[in-house]
Nanobody
Framework: VQLQASGGGLVQAGGSLRLSCVVS????????MGWYRQAPGKQREFVAT???????FYADFAKGRLTISRDNAKNTFYLEMNSLTPEDTAVYYC????????WGQGTQVTVSS
């Protein structure tokens, strides 16, 4: 099983980024997908998850600014991030939940003030 996250980078406050996670080795459309993040010196925290039916669930800080989506035909899911602030600076990890959870390697998001 592999999850390949991409799309991170350096952006100014107020800007946007779109993260992608390509998944292989599992039946994509049968699994929940999601994102966590870990800021320097902090514990990893939940960001958002999306179910097999396409419904999203968000951490409070993500509501209204971040949108999770999936494309089952491409075995890929996304995290659209808008109105970014320096507090969003973190490594963002994608994962898939099931009988066994699998994680990607993370992509760095840095938001400058």
């Amino acid at each position: 099983v592999q999850l390949q996250a991409s799309g991170g980078g350096l952006v100014q406050a107020g800007g946007s980024l779109r993260l992608s996670c390509v998944v292989s080795g599992v039946i994509f459309n049968r699994r929940e997908m999601g994102w966590y993040r870990q800021a320097p010196g902090k514990q990893r925290e939940f960001v958002a998850t999306i179910g097999t039916g396409g419904g999203g669930f968000y951490a409070d800080f993500a509501k209204g600014r971040l949108t999770i989506s999936r494309d089952n035909a491409k075995n890929t899911f996304y995290l659209e991030m808008n109105s970014l602030t320096p507090e969003d600076t973190a490594v963002y990890y994608c994962y898939t939940a099931g009988p066994t959870d699998y994680w990607g390697q993370g992509t760095q998001v840095t938001v400058s003030s």
